[in-house]
């Protein structure tokens, strides 16, 4: 089981595998388990979005674990968190914010140990 951050521009955190558009994620996101996805919107100008990429996981209902929208775009996260808030299965959790710092820090440590 992986975590995948999807981001064109911000440092990856340590245990977590970049990818810097939505086709590298939704390839992710077809091949692998995930855990922990963290979401931006704004991917390049004139790309696909993450909205995109929420759309693939609404249709493959490949959903990860725990969703993170760590996006700066309003619209954009607004756009994203409902869509994924309408279809997501009770299991899984939506958090329309950035990871905290501690999610980041139990990876962390978890990877040394």
Known sequence: MIHVYLDD???CPIGFVL?????ECKM????????????????GWNQPTGYEVVQHIISTRKFPKTIYL??????????????LKE?????????GK????Q???DITKNLIE
């Open 98 to 101: 950035p990871m905290p710092q």
């Open 9 to 11: 521009f911000r440092i």
């Open 103 to 105: 999610v980041i820090d």
């Open 28 to 43: 992710l996101i077809d091949m692998e388990e995930i855990d922990i996805l963290s979401l931006d919107f704004d991917l």
């Open 87 to 95: 279809s997501i299965p009770a299991d899984v959790e939506l958090f």
């Open 70 to 83: 760590h996006t700066s775009s309003m619209f954009g996260r607004e756009q994203m968190y409902y869509a």
């Open 19 to 23: 990818a810097k558009d939505a086709a």
